[in-house]
T-cell receptor, first 115, second 113 residues
């Protein structure tokens, strides 16, 4: 079975500083990779996804992530954060197959942007 | 707005009771997923339906059940509720079984007292 580890439960960062949220996954087969964001009292919103092709994926709100197959990682980055980026971020995987592939989520990383 | 609608937004009920959570997927989406979000367990996949049929089961308790109706809306039934069932329950939908992107509702916050 696949699993996702988000290495930091909380990340405080100053406004306009860069940030990296780390995600490692474990799977015996190829996977799709996702980052979702959850703002307070909201549902989850897709930031970006990796299905195939270029390992550098650009998403919404200036975020990007890089798929590293050898390190089984999919870290999320933003060069300059804003106060409005304060939220919970979830890394997720689903199996690369034509069958039933529900998302498996990490525990989440709470990003706090400090003015 | 993701297009996925969940009702009610909040629910407070007593232990031992039964509740029903409702989800309307995005127009055109055939697949519905239910997730439970709690502080200690994080986001746990419960169950998936595709076009009315159960397709995948996750960590769903026997006290919980779900179904997807012909109009594609889904209901999650939680019975014999315990304090530990207090959580945020999310519904998500996607176009096909292969989930390249799932759209989430805003969730139903269940509090069991």
């Amino acid at each position: 079975a696949q699993s996702v580890t988000q290495l930091d439960s909380q990340v405080p960062v100053f406004e306009e500083a860069p940030v990296e949220l780390r995600c490692n996954y474990s799977s015996s087969v190829s996977v799709y990779l996702f980052w979702y964001v959850q703002y307070p009292n909201q549902g989850l919103q897709l930031l970006l996804k990796y299905l195939s092709g270029s390992t550098l994926v650009k998403g919404i709100n200036g975020f990007e992530a890089e798929f590293n197959k050898s390190q089984t990682s999919f870290h999320l980055r933003k060069p300059s954060v804003h106060i409005s980026d304060t939220a919970e971020y979830f890394c997720a995987v689903s199996l690369l197959s034509s069958g039933n592939t529900p998302l498996v989520f990490g525990k989440g990383t709470r990003l706090s942007v400090i003015a | 707005d993701s297009g996925v609608t969940q009702t009610p937004k909040h629910l407070i009920t007593a232990t031992g009771q039964r509740v029903t959570l409702r989800c309307s997927p995005r127009s055109g989406d055939l697949s519905v997923y239910w997730y439970q979000q709690s502080l200690d367990q994080g986001l746990q996949f419960l169950i998936q339906y595709y076009n009315g049929e159960e397709r995948a089961k996750g960590n769903i308790l026997e006290r919980f059940s779900a179904q997807q109706f012909p109009d594609l809306h889904s209901e999650l039934n939680l019975s014999s509720l315990e304090l530990g069932d207090s959580a945020l329950y999310f519904c998500a939908s996607s176009v096909s079984v292969g989930e390249t992107e799932a759209f989430f509702g805003q969730g139903t916050r269940l509090t069991v007292v």
